[in-house]
Each structure stands twice: as C-alpha cells, then as structure tokens.
C-alpha cells in the first residue's frame, strides 16, 4: 500500500521537498543580503527569489522530473511559473487579508496549498512535459 502510495503521489512529494529547500535559500540569501551586505530588501528579495526557484528548477529537473531536454526553454517556463505564483499569491493575499480581513499566517497558509497546486500542475504538464517523437 505504501509503494503504491508513493509511486503515486513521488513527484508531488518530492515537488514540496525540493519547494521546501528553495524557501530555505530564499531566506537564507535574503538574510545575508539585507542583513550582510546592506542591500535594500527589494533587490535582496528579488535575488533571494531568483536563488531560490533556479534551486527548485535544477532539483525538480534531475532529480524529481529526470526531464533535461530543452534546458533553456524549461527554465524559462519554470522561472514564469515562479513569478506567476508570486503574483496569484500577492492577490489572494490582498484579497483575504485586504479585504475579507482574515490574519495573515492564516491566509499565508491556505494560499501555500494553492499555489503549489497551481505551479505543480503547471510545471507537471508544461515546463517538464516530456516530448514524445
């Protein structure tokens, strides 16, 4: 029943661990940006972003998709996928805290859900889209 499982649901799975490291790096390199080396936090936080969705993009590429074709083309798909998460996830949280007055951890919460929904399926069935010829 576990093999099953997890033959199932592996990519998912692995999808949130490597999403996971990203985050770690995110704040990791946001942290010694703004805190180390006196960056303003916008220009840290885009480059904390970016370090972290190219950590996610080679992780899901190797190791959890096994799709390496295309490098380029994949990369730029998954970095827009990135962006668009970030976007769906500043909406609903100006929805739900802005203006449905919900806290923000909770919010924060249930957007994680959807947004790793969203981009999964979106980097499951386009960016990492095996080509059949």
């Known amino acids: 029943m576990l093999r099953a499982l997890w033959t199932r649901y592996r990519e998912f799975v692995l999808y949130c661990l490597i999403g996971g490291s990203g985050v770690a790096l995110d704040c990791a390199v946001f942290a010694?940006?703004?805190?180390?080396?006196?960056?303003?936090?916008?220009?840290?936080n885009a480059v904390s972003v970016s370090c972290g969705i190219c950590n996610n993009f080679l992780w899901n590429a190797f190791v959890n998709f096994r799709t390496t074709d295309r490098m380029w083309a994949r990369f730029l798909s998954f970095?827009?996928?990135?962006?668009l998460g970030l976007g769906v996830s500043a909406a609903l949280l100006w929805l739900l805290v802005g203006r449905l007055g919900w806290h923000e951890l909770l919010?924060?919460?249930?957007?994680?859900?959807?947004?790793t929904a969203l981009q999964f399926t979106l980097n499951k069935c386009i960016t990492f889209r095996r080509r059949h010829v």
């Open 32 to 44: 010694a940006l703004t805190y180390g080396a006196l960056w303003h936090y916008q220009v840290a």
């Open 79 to 83: 970095y827009g996928v990135g962006l």
């Open 107 to 115: 919010s924060k919460g249930v957007i994680l859900f959807v947004v």
